[in-house]
């Protein structure tokens, strides 16, 4: 699990990260609502701790950007604890809000609590009707049959899986896939959703993967 500690007090982000390392987690760290926003862009982040105030992009500007083109958790970490200045976190979008100072531990139960809710701690299995993605052996299995899919199509099947109804642009999936440094043009992802599509035609009564025009992709499970 990734996440992102945005905060321009390095002693907290230095105490939270020591803290989410032990505990198994893969942390970065931004000294500001700039930096936060590069680091989404790059990395794969499953949620994000944010302080409301500041340089350059406040928590409440970044957490409104993340509620936007971002489908994870976010905890505001503030000084303000008025009921006016928590009314407008939650209506920016955050998830949980907490007021400083505040206990570490207490914060990452409330990171394993959001991360239960937004069920990225069992994303090994992902389950598309009869057709179950199973990440950690890159095995899908669609009813009695095995199909073992080359490791771009899988990556990307189980990106888009990860997060149903989610639109990604085609520039958000090369960089989550092929990671920034990759050389290609977009239309790597069309060609690889075209195979997709053609290798599961057969289960479009469990999920399809529709097109967003002049935009990008999502994928829909069928039913929900």
Not at 93 to 102: A, L, N
Not at 160 to 177: H, N
């Amino acid at each position: 699990m990734h996440i992102l500690i945005a905060d321009d007090d390095s002693h907290i982000r230095e105490l939270l990260t020591l803290m989410l390392k032990r505990e198994g987690y893969i942390v970065f760290g931004a000294a500001d609502g700039g930096e936060a926003s590069t680091i989404l862009e790059r990395e794969t982040i499953h949620l994000a701790v944010v302080d409301v105030m500041m340089p350059v992009k406040n928590g409440w500007e970044l957490c409104e950007e993340i509620r936007e083109y971002y489908d994870i958790p976010v905890i505001l970490l503030t000084a303000k604890g008025d009921v006016k200045d928590k009314e407008i976190g939650f209506l920016s979008g955050t998830d949980d809000y907490m007021v400083k100072p505040f206990e570490p531990k207490e914060l990452l139960f409330r990171i394993k609590a959001l991360l239960r809710r937004y069920q990225m701690v069992s994303s090994d299995v992902i389950r598309l009707g009869k057709v179950v993605i199973d990440r950690s052996s890159y095995e899908v299995k669609a009813g009695d049959e095995t199909i073992i899919l080359p490791l771009k199509e899988f990556e990307l099947l189980s990106q888009l899986a990860s997060f149903p109804g989610k639109i990604y642009t085609r520039e958000q999936l090369l960089q989550l896939i092929w990671g920034a440094d990759f050389q290609g043009d977009s239309r790597t992802i069309d060609v690889h959703i075209k195979r997709l599509r053609e290798r599961f035609s057969q289960r479009s009564e469990d999920f399809i993967i529709t097109t967003i025009r002049s935009v990008g992709y999502k994928l829909e499970v069928v039913g929900l």
